[in-house]
């Protein structure tokens, strides 16, 4: 917008593009805000939150390759879609679903997904074991 208006080429019209344009930019690279606590999973995007009980998880399947990302869905229906990448960057957060996980197993509710978280936590583990070793100097 400042090379258009230096070169005398800013016009309305050209300067609501820019405005648009700038506001999809923003929305396209705006990172959902993730946050957990006992029995709870949210994400909150830039127009709403989903939220879902984990301590009442029914599936959690992972979907694509290279972009890959988990939908956890729990017994009231309610669903979201979370990057895999925000729980190893957060093994807090990531320890608050295992633990509700391991308690939606218990009560029977999770049926489908397990063999996901199982794979989940043995790369978030794997990831906590070699950072405490690399601190400790043993790495």
């Not at 016009?11 to 344009?21: E, H, M, N």
């Not at 979370?82 to 029977?108: C, K, M, Q, Y």
């Amino acid at each position: 917008m400042l090379l258009d208006w230096g070169s005398g080429g800013l016009t309305l019209p050209r300067t609501g593009l820019w405005a648009v344009l700038g506001a999809v930019v923003f929305a396209v690279f705006l990172p959902a805000r993730v946050s957990a606590g006992e029995g709870w999973l949210a994400v909150r995007g830039l127009m709403s939150e989903r939220r879902v009980r984990t301590d009442a998880l029914v599936a959690v399947r992972r979907y694509g390759g290279v972009a890959a990302h988990l939908v956890l869905r729990d017994a009231r229906g309610q669903w979201l879609e979370l990057d895999p990448h925000v729980l190893e960057a957060n093994p807090l957060i990531w320890h608050l679903i295992d633990a509700g996980a391991r308690s939606s197993l218990a009560r029977g509710t999770l049926r489908h997904g397990v063999q996901a978280l199982e794979e989940l936590a043995d790369r978030i583990d794997g990831q906590e074991v070699r950072a405490v070793l690399k601190v400790s100097g043993l790495l």
